[in-house]
T-cell receptor, first 114, second 113 residues
């Protein structure tokens, strides 16, 4: 079975500091990994994805994620956090046998304080 | 493009009533997904359609839930009868052929009293 785990319910960082939101995955076959962000009262928005290639993936709003096969991780990062980055972040994996089926993590609430 | 459109944005109803949630996918997208989001269970896939045909409804909680997609630009999720435990945010998402990314609507917040 495919799954992702986000071990932290909440991450608190100060504005200007680097941030990391953790995600680990379990998948049979090659992983197709995604990060989405959800702002209050809004739907999820795509941030970035890893399909193949470079382990460091760059996405929207200055976010990037590092794919680590040996640790089965796909952590989301940003060098300098903004207050406006405060939101709920979801990691997701696509079923390698069914390109229409995605499994989402439980979400991590990011709080960036001024 | 207006993105995925969902209506209503908020719905408050009483237990036992029928609830119908509506979704208009992005034009040209051929896959449509219905998700439910709760604090307890996170984001769950309920059902998805490909070219208007239901492909996988294994996530539909029970027979009280049904979904239809009569054409490429419209889908409904119906709960009959509704129960308080159905209270959640319901998201619709769509995806184009060969695309990896799903595009989510703003959601419908359902409260069943």
């Amino acid at each position: 079975a495919q799954s992702v785990a986000q071990p932290e319910d909440q991450v608190n960082v100060a504005e200007g500091n680097p941030l990391t939101v953790k995600c680990t995955y379990s998948v049979s076959g090659n992983p197709y990994l995604f990060w989405y962000v959800q702002y209050p009262n809004r739907g999820l928005q795509f941030l970035l994805k890893y399909i193949t290639g470079d382990n460091l993936v760059k996405g929207s709003y200055g976010f990037e994620a590092e794919f680590n096969k040996s640790q089965t991780s796909f952590h989301l990062k940003k060098p300098s956090a903004l207050v406006s980055d405060s939101a709920l972040y979801f990691c997701a994996v696509r079923d390698p046998d069914n390109f229409n089926k995605f499994y989402f993590g439980s979400g991590t609430k990011l709080n960036v304080k001024p | 493009d207006a993105g995925v459109i969902q209506s209503p944005r908020h719905e408050v109803t009483e237990m036992g009533q029928e609830v119908t949630l509506r979704c208009k996918p992005i034009s040209g997208h051929n896959s449509l997904f219905w998700y439910r989001q709760t604090m307890m269970r996170g984001l769950e896939l309920l059902i998805y359609f490909n070219n208007n045909v239901p492909i996988d409804d294994s996530g539909m909680p029970e027979d009280r839930f049904s979904a239809k997609m009569p054409n490429a630009s419209f889908s409904t999720l119906k709960i009959q009868p509704s129960e308080p435990r159905d209270s959640a945010v319901y998201f619709c998402a769509s995806k184009g052929t060969g695309q990896d990314t799903q595009y989510f609507g703003p959601g419908t917040r359902l409260t069943v009293l």
